[in-house]
C-alpha cells in the first residue's frame, strides 16, 4: 500500500518538468551533457508487477541520447525508511528494464540509471541483501563475486533547510523535498513557523498551478494533513495570512480528509462498540477469554464480529466459535 510520502512524491515527479529539474541537478554533469533533455518522457509501461513488488510506486522515465545512438532508462525508487532490501530491488529493477528494452521491436542499446530519494531518520546504506542477512566473517568470502549496481542517490537525512531552498529546482520539486524532510512530525508550533518562512515558496507553487493548471498546492496540503498532527484551521489560517492566494485548496483537501476520518471514525466505533460487547458475552459464557482470542476480538474487522456474534450461541467452545468455517 502506498504511504502518504510515496503518493506525494509521485503527484510532484510524474510532471516531467519538476522530475527533469531534479534529475539534471542530481545527475553528474558527464551524463548529464549526453541527454537530449526535449526527449524526456514518462515509459509507456509500468514496471511494478507481482514479481518486483516493492510496496511503493515507481517511476521510469526515458530520454534519448544526444547522438541519437542509443537511450536512458532511469527508474526512481523513493524510501522513506532505512531497508535492507535496497541494493537487491535495485539490481532486480535494472535488469528488468534491460531486458524490456531488448524486447523491443527495434532494439535500441540503453542505459540504465537507479535514482534513490530517501529521507527518514538513517541514512541510506546500499549493500547486497546477503551482507545484511549473514554474519559478517560468512558473508565476506562471497560478496566479491555477487553482482552489485551503483546508484544515484539524493540522501535528505542529513541535508538543512538552508541547503533545500538554495536547491536549483523548480518550486513545486523544493516544497516536495522540504515537505518530505521536515514535516513528518513535526510539532505543530514549528510546522506553522515552517509555513511561515516557506510562504514565498508556497506562492510560487500557487502562481505556478494557476499558470499551468497544475495541483502542487494540493498535493502539498495533503501530505501535511497525513503526516501531520498540526490542526487544520491553524494551517488554513496561516496560510491566509502569508500568502496573496486564499486557502481554498487547502480547505478543498482538509474537507475532504475530514470527511474521510468521520466516515472511518463511525466504523471504528462500531467496531469497537461490537467488540467489547461480545467479549462481555463471551467472558460470562466461557469464562475468561485467553490472550489468542482477546487479539483475535482486537483485530477483527465489523463483518467478522457480526458473524461471531450471530454464531455465539450455537459454539460449544471458544475454538468452534472462532473457528474459520461457520458453524451449521
Given at each position: 500500500m502506498a504511504t502518504p510520502h510515496?503518493?506525494?512524491?509521485?503527484?510532484?515527479?510524474?510532471?516531467?518538468?519538476?522530475?527533469?529539474?531534479?534529475?539534471?541537478?542530481?545527475?553528474?554533469?558527464?551524463?548529464?551533457?549526453?541527454?537530449?533533455?526535449?526527449?524526456?518522457?514518462?515509459?509507456?509501461?509500468?514496471?511494478?508487477?507481482?514479481?518486483?513488488?516493492?510496496?511503493?510506486?515507481?517511476?521510469?522515465?526515458?530520454?534519448?541520447?544526444?547522438?541519437?545512438?542509443?537511450?536512458?532508462?532511469?527508474?526512481?525508487?523513493?524510501?522513506?525508511r532505512a531497508a535492507a532490501d535496497l541494493h537487491d530491488t535495485a539490481l532486480r529493477y535494472s535488469v528488468y528494464l534491460l531486458r524490456n528494452a531488448r524486447r523491443q521491436r527495434e532494439r535500441v542499446p540503453t542505459a540504465v540509471l537507479g535514482l534513490v530519494l530517501a529521507h527518514g531518520q538513517n541514512p541510506v546504506v546500499l549493500r547486497p541483501r546477503l551482507q545484511a542477512d549473514l554474519p559478517a566473517?560468512?558473508?565476506?568470502?562471497?560478496?566479491?563475486?555477487?553482482?552489485?549496481?551503483?546508484?544515484?542517490?539524493?540522501?535528505?537525512?542529513?541535508?538543512?533547510?538552508?541547503?533545500?531552498?538554495?536547491?536549483?529546482?523548480?518550486?513545486?520539486?523544493?516544497?516536495?523535498?522540504?515537505?518530505?524532510?521536515?514535516?513528518?512530525?513535526?510539532?505543530?508550533?514549528?510546522?506553522?513557523?515552517?509555513?511561515?518562512?516557506?510562504?514565498?515558496?508556497?506562492?510560487?507553487?500557487?502562481?505556478?498551478?494557476?499558470?499551468?493548471?497544475?495541483e502542487h498546492l494540493g498535493a502539498f496540503c495533503d501530505y501535511l494533513l497525513q503526516v501531520n498532527d498540526t490542526p487544520a484551521e491553524d494551517v488554513h489560517m496561516t496560510l491566509d495570512?502569508?500568502?496573496?492566494?486564499?486557502?481554498?485548496?487547502?480547505?478543498?483537501?482538509?474537507?475532504?480528509?475530514?470527511?474521510?476520518?468521520?466516515?472511518?471514525?463511525?466504523?471504528?466505533?462500531?467496531?469497537e462498540g461490537v467488540a467489547t460487547t461480545l467479549h462481555r458475552i463471551l467472558t460470562r459464557r466461557f469464562g475468561p477469554l485467553p490472550a489468542e482470542f482477546t487479539a483475535r476480538l482486537a483485530g477483527a474487522s465489523l463483518d467478522q464480529l457480526d458473524a461471531w456474534t450471530q454464531r455465539v450461541l450455537d459454539a460449544d467452545s471458544l475454538p468452534e466459535l472462532f473457528a474459520d468455517a461457520p458453524i451449521q
Open positions: 510515496d503518493s506525494y512524491v509521485l503527484a510532484t515527479f510524474g510532471d516531467t518538468t519538476q522530475f527533469a529539474a531534479w534529475l539534471r541537478w542530481l545527475l553528474p554533469p558527464a551524463l548529464a551533457i549526453r541527454l537530449d533533455w526535449a526527449t524526456l518522457r514518462r515509459a509507456e509501461e509500468r514496471h511494478t508487477d507481482a514479481r518486483l513488488h516493492t510496496g511503493a510506486p515507481d517511476i521510469v522515465y526515458v530520454a534519448d541520447f544526444v547522438d541519437a545512438a542509443g537511450q536512458a532508462r532511469a527508474f526512481l525508487e523513493h524510501r522513506s566473517d560468512t558473508a565476506a568470502p562471497w560478496l566479491p563475486w555477487q553482482p552489485t549496481i551503483q546508484l544515484l542517490t539524493d540522501d535528505l537525512t542529513q541535508a538543512t533547510e538552508e541547503e533545500l531552498l538554495a536547491r536549483p529546482l523548480l518550486p513545486a520539486g523544493r516544497l516536495m523535498i522540504l515537505a518530505l524532510r521536515f514535516l513528518p512530525g513535526l510539532e505543530p508550533p514549528a510546522t506553522l513557523a515552517a509555513i511561515a518562512r516557506w510562504a514565498p515558496l508556497l506562492q510560487e507553487v500557487a502562481d505556478d498551478d494557476r499558470r499551468y493548471g497544475s495570512d502569508n500568502l496573496r492566494t486564499p486557502g481554498s485548496v487547502f480547505m478543498s483537501t482538509a474537507d475532504k480528509l475530514r470527511e474521510k476520518g468521520r466516515v472511518e471514525g463511525r466504523v471504528e466505533g462500531r467496531v
